[in-house]
């Protein structure tokens, strides 16, 4: 049962305490820094931008497609479409195959997680490197990222100092300096024999043909100008119509992701080098669609403007106690619980909505504004007809709507609850709440009844 | 103006003082109020996904409130999704979207539609505020509420140092993951530092509740929950 196996994930994950201190530092460092990087008149400005300017891409995407395939291969950039992730992987695969590539750097790509590109990879013989130093670490550890925008926040320091002396063969220190060094040092000789690297995309500039990489350690810049060879793996709804668009998506992006007004390094890839320029003789962009399109033209259809910013993982009341493996999908938090059931149509994807307090701060803190809350409760409506609930409640719900609609009824109905709760944990699913809080006993009589003895009631004219 | 009062079946259930002290208040100010007869907003069914069971409340509440000046409910959670359900199942009618709107949580109806700003109170005790979360983020309210609380003369009040927070209530959602709603609560409450306040106030029922029932679990040490509600009746405010 699906309802099952997230719940026992999340119980698990609930129950380490060291993740929920690491992520809740983490999400907490992220939130405060975008509070203070921006006035909040100007954070709203900003994305009252972004929103508009990611609303009308994502209305335009058809055309933006078109028109980035002639731009980027004027530029001499082979674009290639994949309908889905299985195709997407291919392609990679193809090119790497042409080019008897045997080594693989890679910078960080949540389209190349959603496509398991890694695993593709690795089954035909090819050494896959993650460089990013976040998912360099969670490869060490054999795990995904736990997060958008910072893989491996739900790790403490000891760990990751445990898995680079172990990578190394010699003890490292958890210091920042020390773990940083060997990492840099490990990279570097890595960047320096890869004859391949793949790339993820913030935006795909339709007018212009190129690609646009937003990072912070520079990995992005070898990861594309060192190997002979550059594919960036890139959902089509990354797609903007101009550089204009990207400015207005990019003032907010780095503020949201990290409390930065501009990230260390945004690298805007025109294209192959020529004789005689540094960087790589072949540049490829995948357009992956992988359940993309359908979402167009529908009621999510804003989703599709999310700029992975992580803004509402950080600021999320269920994501601080799990991290994001208890969500069981590549994209985790409210986005993920969104975004997952609109890609996938498996049952296990369907469940994710209900992974929600449905608080809603989630939809005040997105800069493109997306309905994060409403979508929640709309995909658990669509969870439930087709056939994905929690046991036995259309059942109760059933029952409890020919109880209590008519509110005539609803007066004897509440007698009768009152006896039921007085029984204590006579109901299966009371008992999950009664387990940890004491409910206080219904009160006797009605309040209609307390509110015409006091006379606070004017009868109706 | 005449108010009609949405109880809230949690208010009838649970909270029956929060229920009163909302009357009280409002007829302090001069309203007369009226008690149409009611149910539940539909709520739970609505966000468990069983919309088709979640319709009919929303078409009970627009039988028995239809043409009201204002109505007016002790919780923002059942106000948000009166204003949802109303757009959602009812979204081609004037009426439907007049009474939306006209549907308002207490501190929202004294804060937007009476203009109240740091009413006089009187009212001794050492308080902590929980935000409500359909009121700040569903209803757009913001941390507002806490203005009516500023001008209350004895009333010492503290705030969470994450006052946006979610207590872990979320209906079935403590059901569905209740180690995940348990680990929510306790995280909230231990944000109150030592020395605890006397109080715990919320303008939800649901939150006070999850909060309060946690509280009473863990040896009932710390603060008592208090409606927002209660504490501006007791306080006087609107006198």
């Not at chain 1, 980035?68 to 291919?90: P, Q, S």
Request: glycine letters at 10%; one cysteine or more; hydrophobic letters at 40%.
């Amino acid at each position: 049962m699906e309802t099952e196996a997230r719940a026992q994930a999340v119980a698990a994950a609930v129950a380490n305490r060291g993740l929920h201190a690491a992520v809740a530092r983490s999400v907490d460092r992220h939130s405060y820094a975008a509070l203070a990087a921006l006035t909040p008149e100007v954070r709203h400005v900003y994305k009252a931008r972004a929103r508009a300017a990611r609303l009308r891409s994502v209305r335009g995407l058809a055309d933006l497609a078109e028109q980035f395939i002639v731009a980027a291969e004027r530029r001499g950039i082979v674009v290639h479409t994949a309908a889905d992730a299985a195709e997407a992987v291919r392609i990679v695969g193809e090119i790497a195959e042409r080019h008897g590539a045997r080594r693989v750097v890679k910078s960080k790509s949540m389209a190349t997680e959603e496509a398991e590109l890694n695993a593709y990879l690795a089954e035909r013989g090819l050494q896959v490197l993650e460089t990013d130093l976040g998912e360099y670490i969670v490869q060490l550890a054999g795990q995904r990222p736990s997060h958008i925008v910072a893989p491996c926040l739900h790790m403490a320091r000891d760990e990751i100092a445990g898995l680079f002396s172990r990578e190394a063969g010699r003890p490292i220190a958890q210091d920042t300096p020390s773990l940083t060094a060997f990492a840099r040092a490990r990279l570097r000789e890595e960047f320096r024999l890869a004859d391949l690297g793949v790339s993820g995309g913030n935006f795909l500039v339709a007018s212009e043909g190129a690609v646009v990489l937003v990072t912070n350690e520079g990995n992005g810049r070898m990861v594309t100008t060192i190997p002979r060879v550059h594919v960036a793996l890139v959902g089509v709804e990354k797609l903007v119509r101009d550089f204009a668009d990207v400015a207005d998506a990019l003032r907010i992006l780095p503020v949201e992701a990290t409390g930065q007004l501009i990230t260390s390094y945004v690298s805007i890839i025109r294209g192959p080098a020529g004789d005689g320029e540094d960087g790589p003789k072949e540049v490829h962009v995948v357009l992956m669609d992988n359940g993309r399109s359908a979402i167009l033209g529908g009621p999510y259809e804003e989703v599709l403007a999310c700029i992975r910013c992580g803004a509402c993982l950080d600021i999320c009341p269920v994501y601080r106690q799990t991290g994001g493996h208890a969500y069981g999908s590549v994209y985790s938090g409210p986005i993920g619980a969104v975004l997952t059931p609109l890609l996938r149509q498996d049952p296990a994807a369907q469940v994710l909505p209900f992974l929600s307090s449905l608080c809603g701060a989630c939809a005040d803190v997105c800069p493109v504004g997306i309905h994060l809350h409403e979508h929640l409760v709309a995909l658990r409506a669509r969870a439930v007809a087709r056939g994905v609930a929690f046991p036995s409640e259309g059942t109760a719900f059933r029952a409890l709507r020919r109880a209590w609609t008519p509110p005539r009824r609803y007066r004897l109905v509440r007698g009768l609850m009152r006896g039921a709760l007085r029984l204590g944990g006579g109901v299966p699913q009371l008992r999950a709440w009664t387990g940890g809080r004491v409910l206080p006993p219904v009160e006797p009589r009605p309040v209609g009844e307390l509110l015409r003895r006091e006379g606070l009631i004017d009868e109706e004219r | 103006m005449r108010i009609r009062l949405f109880t809230t079946c949690l208010g009838d259930l649970f909270a029956q003082e929060a229920v009163l002290s909302t009357a009280r208040v409002l007829r302090r100010l001069g309203h007369e109020i009226e008690l149409p007869e009611q149910t539940c907003c539909g709520q739970p069914a609505y966000n468990s996904g069983f919309q088709d069971e979640a319709r009919p409340y929303i078409a009970s509440y627009l039988e028995k409130f239809r043409g009201s000046e204002a109505v007016v409910a002790p919780s923002g959670s059942c106000v948000a999704m009166l204003r949802h359900g109303l757009a959602q199942f009812f979204p081609d009618d004037p009426e439907e979207q007049r009474l939306a709107r006209c549907t308002y949580e207490l501190s929202q109806f004294l804060l937007e539609v009476e203009g109240l700003r740091s009413p006089k109170g009187h009212f001794e005790a050492r308080a902590i505020y929980h935000e409500s979360c359909h009121l700040s983020h569903w209803l757009h309210q913001g941390d507002r509420a806490k203005e009516l609380l500023t001008g209350i003369e004895g009333l010492e009040l503290k705030t969470f140092r994450e006052p946006q927070l979610c207590c872990g209530f979320g209906g079935t959602f403590a059901i569905h993951f209740p180690e995940l709603s348990l680990a929510m609560a306790d995280e909230k409450l231990a944000d109150i530092e030592d020395p605890a306040p006397d109080l715990l106030i919320a303008s939800d029922q649901g939150c006070l509740l999850q909060l309060g029932g946690r509280l009473a679990a863990r040896g009932g040490k710390g603060p008592k929950p208090m409606h927002l509600n209660v504490l501006l009746d007791r306080a006087g405010v609107g006198k």
